[in-house]
């Protein structure tokens, strides 16, 4: 087992740790026991000033509740409410319905982001300009969305994992990790080989590997007719260096 290290592009948050610790909006909190409505479906309105309610009794004050939908009546059935607290904090409020009983529909309320939301959280705390992400992100621990961003007019991907979840607070708390670029590790790879006299004509990865320890990609050396695999996992990542461990496959 040889241990290396690769430089990070984008110094700025190429960084595995927590970046976002939780929405500061959502410092109180609010109540998601199960809730009954009198009739068996509610209103976008009846959810809006549901959540607005709650928040307004908890000290949250938000600048803008909205919710597009109704909650249907039917046990598993949701409904999504965007909730702003500032241009960077925004999540969805998800109503679950839980029970139904003749007109009372019980429901919870659990935390979620859309995919604008998603980008605007990652361009706060990456101090960029603007993120592009794939998708957004339910309120679940270890979901996980990829997204770029560009840092001294450079590119750079990111994967965003969601790392607690607060239901009671309305808060998702999120995990920047920077994606290292499979030609990186190739490179990097191959020339350690080299200098352990082992040199090889080509190095090839699977995919990019995220900078969060534990993470790790399969890549395969290759020599004339030989061909040797190696894992790669990185073994700590801060500031602008990853270090990570390769050995040969069995």
Do not use: H, W
Request: a negative charge; charged letters at 25%; proline letters at 3%.
């Amino acid at each position: 087992m040889v241990k290396n290290n690769i430089a990070a592009l984008g110094a700025v948050v190429a960084f595995a740790g927590l970046l976002g610790a939780g929405l500061s909006g959502c410092s109180a909190s609010v109540k998601t026991e199960t809730s009954v409505s009198t009739k068996a479906s509610m209103s976008a309105d009846d959810l809006q000033k549901d959540l607005t309610d709650r928040l307004n009794k908890a000290d949250m004050t938000a600048k803008s509740v909205t919710c597009k939908d109704e909650l249907v009546g039917e046990v598993g059935k949701s409904a999504r409410c965007d909730v702003s607290f500032s241009d960077t904090n925004n999540v969805e409020a998800v109503f679950t319905a839980t029970k139904v009983d003749g007109t009372s529909v019980s429901f919870d309320i659990t935390p979620a982001m859309t995919k604008d939301q998603v980008e605007k959280a990652v361009a706060g705390l990456s101090s960029a300009p603007s993120a592009t992400c794939a998708s957004g992100l339910e309120g679940k621990v270890g979901e996980t969305t990829k997204c770029e961003i560009t840092i001294d007019d450079k590119p750079s991907k990111r994967v965003v994992e969601v790392a607690n979840v607060d239901p009671a607070k309305l808060g998702i708390e999120l995990s920047v990790f920077m994606l290292l670029p499979k030609q990186q590790v190739e490179d990097v790879l191959m020339q350690k080989l080299g200098s352990d006299g082992q040199p090889v004509e080509t190095v090839d990865c699977v995919d990019d590997v995220m900078s969060k320890v534990g993470s790790t990609v399969e890549c395969a050396a290759v020599t004339g007719n030989d061909k040797t695999g190696y894992v790669v996992t990185v073994t700590e990542a801060e500031g602008d260096t990853v270090n990570f461990d390769y050995k040969a496959k069995p």
